[in-house]
């Protein structure tokens, strides 16, 4: 009897504390996680294993401290928060996940087809001028997905700038910015290509801000393909 009401105890303080977390999570992670944490600019943690949180220690962890350069920490909250919110974020895994619409070999051939390799890396094939997406379904959810693809502009990553630079030369770059400092100036052209330049030797720099070489689908994949596309992506799941 007395196990039995510990036990009783111990899943009601459990509940309550993910209730209490769900009001933190939809103040302070929503934003990016989305409501349910189903994913937005941040990765989906409606999934059982977090690939940074194998368990609730480290999950602590990163709530409080933050990923770089991505994630700011949740410094300010107590540890009470903190175990209530991290009880929520597990609570997320236990939901299932709904099928999408969409065949994933249909949006595999579109992949090739579209060419999709020739920016982007997919479990080690391409030439990772675009972000990798070996992983994309876990970071991403659906919705951020088709957004991509119908409105790039509209969902380029953190991190993600574009450049267009002008040599002494009077030759015409562009390409994804690797890094920069007062005097140089390293990026990634189409073709993979790594340049670095001193930034004396430049004549211009011009950094597209919110601008993407990714071309939109909208017009150019059926409501069908584009649900075939998403439900591929969305199936790249490299930590599970």
């Known amino acids: 009897m007395k196990l039995a009401l510990l036990l009783l105890f111990t899943a009601g303080a459990a509940q309550l504390s993910a209730t209490g977390g769900q009001a933190l999570f939809e103040q302070?992670?929503?934003l990016c996680h989305g409501?349910?944490?189903?994913?937005?600019r941040g990765p989906s943690l409606a999934r059982p294993r977090l690939l940074r949180a194998p368990d609730d220690a480290a999950l602590k962890t990163v709530i409080t401290e933050g990923i770089e350069p991505?994630?700011?920490g949740a410094w300010?909250?107590?540890d009470e928060d903190t175990a209530s919110l991290a009880a929520y974020v597990r609570s997320l895994g236990a939901i299932p996940v709904k099928p999408l619409p969409g065949n994933t070999e249909g949006g595999a051939k579109l992949y090739?087809?579209?060419g999709c390799a020739a920016c982007h890396t997919l479990a080690g094939a391409g030439t990772g001028y675009g972000p990798d997406l070996t992983d994309i379904g876990a970071r991403r959810s659906a919705a951020y997905l088709e957004e991509s693809l119908v409105k790039p502009a509209a969902a380029v990553p953190e991190g993600f700038l574009f450049l267009r630079v002008r040599t002494s030369a009077d030759k015409v770059l562009e390409g994804v910015c690797l890094s920069e400092t007062n005097f140089t100036?390293?990026?990634k052209d189409s073709r993979a290509n790594i340049h670095s330049f001193d930034k004396s030797d430049l004549r211009a720099i011009e950094r597209l801000r919110g601008q993407t070489p990714m071309p939109s689908y909208e017009r150019s994949l059926s409501a069908a393909e584009l649900q075939d596309l998403v439900a591929f992506l969305a199936a790249q799941r490299a930590d599970q």
């Open 185 to 187: 100036l390293h990026f």
């Open 76 to 78: 300010f909250l107590s």
């Open 28 to 30: 302070h992670c929503a």
């Open 112 to 114: 090739a087809a579209r």
């Open 70 to 72: 991505e994630m700011p």
């Open 35 to 40: 409501i349910g944490g189903t994913g937005g």
